[in-house]
């Protein structure tokens, strides 16, 4: 993998000669190198396997220029970027791309500036994960395995149904991820090249009982090598245990508490909604509502880029600016978003803008600073080859009036505690708000302030609305775990339960026990 010494000198090498081209009016140069690690779980009792795939990793590394062009038709603005060459040919590769392309932009005004905010985050990743060999990531995968099999061999569920362990069809599968970045990153607006590396851990693995039609999930979130243990497989096959004798509920609201997997995929369309650009382009279910409540009083939604300690913490964005603390939610007012530099810049000029956010932007500066602009790739990593977008990065809750988890579960009469959702999206568009998600393990009944039997597997769906469910909020716990979802840019650190007075369920796949 690239040094970040490197990248930096090939930023600086970048910009001598950008500076030497007369049609340039100013460029950014962006430099990545990235590297993924996965280690393969998958374990069945009845059919033979691995058990532990065999390690997979890619690494790749690139540069990217955006630049303006003042030409003979006029201003225009264009990206390129060339990957596996930083050398001067590499250079005027991406060049070439980004003057083929160039286009008139008139939202554009400019390339990042200094926003007066300064970097606080420093030498925060773990040097060991970036130095990580095949043998670790095979011995900590074989770990979170053996875990999950551990739970499996000692649990009395198991030993009394009268049928060998290994018929019952035990399965566990799932990853364990290690994600490696740095960056370097500098223009003709901030000269200074500026670096930034980081790293993260993560495993995700389901559990099942396959003729108990049992099935769980567990997963975890390392910054530190150090950290990682078995807990994940050991979850998901306490999980899948849990869930053995699962019952039907019918169709009805109910009250329900969120677990922290279901919160993150839900809470994963408020990010979205609480993005600059869903404003401009008019798809967030919040129009017009900067400065005014979204959701019950409860409820406060911090996004905390430059956290030490948080696991998706970064020193700097994609464009060179420092991170930091974006308050969205604040006891159920929306009073900031998430902006990167471009949209931070045309939201000024829009001639709807007041109407879009229901405020005049200037007036509300300090709720839209660009502190989430991020080239993040699908896979994972910080991409040369992309434009910066709008990403969170740890999404902490809190709450004055924050419960105990036991109490949380202690006050609902009759309920369901969602502990996993599959498929979760919005149904007519975001900013309709309606949304649906299939209950699909970890899920439980609740009478009279017990959790009293496990919901059947994919037999419950959710179709209801985000603005009923965010201002239905009645309680949210004290404990929070840091949650990873498929797909997701951003981290979350989400409760252990987020109580909802009313959740719309509808009974589903009735057809497959009248079948089968």
Partial sequence: MKRVEGLKKAVERALAFLRSEEDIESAQVFVSANGRLWARLNYSSHIPCNGLEEPKSTEDYGIGIQAIFNTPEGRKVGFGSEERDLSLKGVKLALKKAREGAVFDPEFSCLPRPTGEKRTLYNYHDPRVMRIQDDDLVIAGWRILDGAIDVFERADELKGVGTKLQDLGLIVGGDLTILQERMAVGSF?????????????????????????????????????????????????????????????????????????????????????????????????????????????FLTIIDKGNAPGLISSKGITCEGLPTGETVLIKDGMLVGLLANWYESQRILIDPKAREKLGVDPREWQKAIVPRNGFRFARGGG?????????SGTNVLFESSRAQDFETLVKRVETGILVGRLWYTYPVH????????GTLTADSYLI????????????????????NRVLMGITGVSREMKPTILWAADELIYAPKGILVEKVHLDQIAEFMEETY
Wanted: charged fraction near 20%.
């Fill in 382 to 390: 910080r991409s040369f080859s992309a434009l910066p977008g709008v």
């Fill in 189 to 297: 607006e901030m000269p200074e090249v500026q670096s930034d590396e980081s790293a993260m851990v993560m495993a995700y693995l389901t559990a099942m009982v396959e003729e108990k039609e049992a099935k769980g999930s567990g997963y975890a979130v390392y910054a530190k090598l150090k950290g990682l243990d078995d807990e994940a497989g050991r979850e998901a096959a306490r999980n899948a245990v849990g869930s053995i004798n699962g019952v039907r509920v019918p169709s009805g609201d109910y009250t329900v508490i969120l677990g922290p997997q279901p919160t993150a995929e839900i809470f994963q369309l408020v990010l979205q909604s609480c993005a600059l650009s869903s404003f401009y382009a008019q798809q967030s279910p919040f129009m017009g509502k900067l400065g005014k409540q979204v959701a019950s009083d």
């Fill in 447 to 466: 009478q009279n302030g017990k959790i009293v039997a496990p919901i059947k597997i994919n037999t419950l769906r959710i179709n209801d609305n985000l």
């Fill in 429 to 436: 568009g975001l900013r309709a708000g309606d949304f649906t």
